[in-house]
Nanobody, 122 residues
Framework: QVQLVESGGGLVQAGGSLRLSCAAS????????MGWFRQAPGKEREFVAA????????DYADPVKGRFTISRDNAKTTVYLQMNSLKPEDTALYYC???????????????WGQGTQVTVSS
């Protein structure tokens, strides 16, 4: 069992930056691929970024490539999402996820956090 707790969301102006953190419980963090998804009101959940167990593989959705960076610290059992050059369209509830594969498919992730709200004002 893995429990995920996100933090770091908030209100920021367009062009600003935020860093999301996701603290994972349990001793199996290093055996899980990690990822971030987001969901805006009235929209479907969408993939944002994923990272493999060792961190040597990362994947990003096209809208965030070059602006967002996913990383992990297995010693701290934490995964991060550095978000730069934020846009109003990045406004959403951001979820941290854990699973066996670093994939863009939400159904491949077994564990989900409660989410942290990111709001970008124009």
């Amino acid at each position: 069992q893995v429990q995920l707790v996100e933090s770091g969301g908030g209100l920021v102006q367009a062009g600003g930056s935020l860093r999301l953190s996701c603290a994972a419980s349990g001793r199996t963090f290093s055996t899980h691929a990690m990822g971030w998804f987001r969901q805006a009101p009235g929209k479907e959940r969408e993939f944002v970024a994923a990272i493999s167990q060792t961190g040597d593989y990362t994947d990003y959705a096209d809208p965030v490539k070059g602006r967002f960076t996913i990383s992990r610290d297995n010693a701290k059992t934490t995964v991060y999402l550095q978000m730069n050059s934020l846009k109003p369209e990045d406004t959403a509830l951001y979820y941290c996820v854990a699973g066996k594969l670093a994939t863009q498919s939400w159904y491949q992730y077994n564990y989900w956090g409660q989410g942290t709200q990111v709001t970008v004002s124009s």
